[in-house]
């Protein structure tokens, strides 16, 4: 079965930088558009980055210009890069396929906090 393992996360002050990785255990993700998505206490998690099987991407408005997703195929993983982050980002990461129709079991995700 298919595993996502998210890591990562940890404790930043406003304007700091956390890079966030996934290791996907099934080579079969390597062709398919993969997403970070986040969840923050009392609402629905929602996508902030997706990157397609040939490395085009897109951001969801709050994060873009200060997030940068990425991907290696070679080594099954899916980096996000976090800039000049801010308490709002702070969540539970997780990361899966782009499409709903083909998500796996989700991981336990990486806790961000952003705060002084």
């Known amino acids: 079965q298919e595993q996502l393992v998210e890591s990562g996360g940890g404790l930043v002050q406003p304007g700091g930088s956390l890079r966030l990785s996934c290791a996907f255990s099934?080579?079969?993700?390597?062709?398919?558009?993969m997403a970070w998505y986040r969840q923050a206490p009392g609402q629905q998690r929602y996508v902030v980055a997706q990157?397609?099987?040939?490395?085009?991407?897109n951001y969801a408005e709050p994060v873009k210009g200060r997030f940068t997703i990425s991907r290696d195929n070679a080594k099954n993983t899916v980096s996000l890069q976090m800039n000049s982050l801010k308490p709002e980002d702070t969540a539970v990461y997780y990361c899966n396929t782009e499409s709903k129709f083909l998500w796996v079991p989700w991981g336990q995700g990486t806790q961000v906090t952003v705060s002084s």
């Open positions: 099934a080579s079969d993700l390597r062709f398919k558009g």
């Open positions: 990157i397609s099987s040939g490395g085009s991407t």
